[in-house]
C-alpha cells in the first residue's frame, strides 16, 4: 500500500497515518535491539514474524472477548489499528523469574513464583523505562484507580490466555509484557490492548528443553533469532510446519 504521513517510528514499528480517522497503519522493522538499545542488529524477516505473531495473539484475544486495537493485517509487515491514547507505562506480567526479576531479587532463573505477579515501568527510553508502583502511577496522574483496577484484571486475563495457548504447543510463558490503550466512545472510555505481542515481548521457554524461543536468543548471541520466532511460529500454526525461517521476505498478502 502507499506510504502515508509517518506519525512516530521506535525501535521494532513505525506508525503510518491509517487509511480512515481514527486508524494507524503499522509496520513492524526488522531491527532488534537490547539493553534499552545498546545492542543493536538488523535480523531480516524478524518483522515478518511479528506481524504474523501479533496477528495471531490479538485476533485470539478479540475473539474470546478482550479488547485490543487490532482491526486487520494489511501484508506482510503491516497492520491496521485502531488509534488509541496510550498509557504511558508497560505492563510486565511474570509467571517465573526471569530477566531483571532475577536480578534484582536475587531468584534463581527459573524460579516458578508463587503466582502471576504484575510489575509496570515507566515508558520513557532516555530513563531505561524504570521500574514504578501504583503510587508514582496515581502522584503523576498517568492512571486512574479504576484504570489500574481494570489495567490489572486484563494482564491477567490475558495472562490466562496466552499461557494456555503456549502450553498446548509445548512453550512455557516466562513472562511477558504490554501496553494499554484508552478509547473513547463518545463520553465512554474503555481500555484495550495495544502495541504488540510477540516473542520480542514475552520470554518463551520450550517446556521439555529450556531452549528459549524470544529475543534472549539476541540478547544473550544463543543463535539465529529468526529460527527461534519460527518455531514459535510453526508450533502455533502461523506457519506451515515444513516452513524454513523466513529470510527477504517476498511482502504479498
Known amino acids: 500500500m502507499a506510504r502515508r504521513k509517518k506519525i512516530y517510528e521506535g525501535k521494532a514499528k513505525i506508525l503510518y497515518e491509517g487509511p480512515e480517522p481514527g486508524t494507524i497503519v503499522q509496520y513492524f522493522k526488522d531491527d532488534a535491539t537490547a ?5 543493536k542488529d538488523v535480523i531480516e524477516g524478524k518483522g515478518v514474524l511479528n506481524n504474523r505473531l501479533s496477528e495471531f495473539f490479538m485476533t485470539g484475544l478479540n475473539q474470546i472477548g478482550l479488547p485490543t486495537h487490532f482491526i486487520k493485517r494489511l501484508n506482510m509487515r503491516e497492520q491496521l489499528v485502531r ?4 498509557i504511558p507505562l508497560e505492563v510486565i506480567v511474570r509467571n517465573y523469574a526471569a530477566g531483571s526479576m532475577a536480578k534484582r531479587l536475587g ?10 505477579i504484575v510489575e509496570y515501568c515507566y515508558k520513557d527510553d532516555k530513563l531505561g523505562d524504570p521500574l514504578v508502583t501504583e503510587e508514582h502511577i496515581a502522584a503523576f496522574g498517568w492512571a486512574s484507580q479504576q484504570d489500574m483496577d481494570d489495567i490489572l484484571s486484563l494482564a491477567l486475563r490475558v495472562n ?5 495457548v503456549m502450553m498446548a504447543v509445548g512453550i512455557r510463558l516466562v513472562d511477558f ?10 463520553d465512554f472510555m474503555r481500555l484495550i490492548v495495544a502495541d504488540e505481542i510477540s ?16 529475543k534472549d536468543v ?16 510453526r508450533r502455533l500454526g502461523v506457519l506451515p510446519k515444513s516452513s524454513t525461517p523466513i529470510t527477504k521476505p517476498t511482502l504479498i498478502n
Do not use: H
Open 199 to 214: 516473542p520480542d515481548s514475552c520470554r518463551l521457554w520450550d517446556i521439555e528443553t529450556g531452549q528459549k524461543l524470544d
Open 160 to 164: 490466562d490466555f496466552l499461557s494456555g
Open 177 to 186: 509484557k504490554i501496553e494499554i490503550g484508552r478509547v473513547y466512545d463518545g
Open 35 to 39: 539493553f534499552n538499545a545498546q545492542k
Open 107 to 116: 531468584l534463581e532463573e527459573g524460579m516458578q513464583l508463587p503466582r502471576p
Open 218 to 233: 539476541f540478547r544473550r548471541d544463543l543463535g539465529s533469532l529468526t529460527d527461534a520466532y519460527t518455531e514459535v511460529a
Open 83 to 86: 488509534q488509541c491514547e496510550i
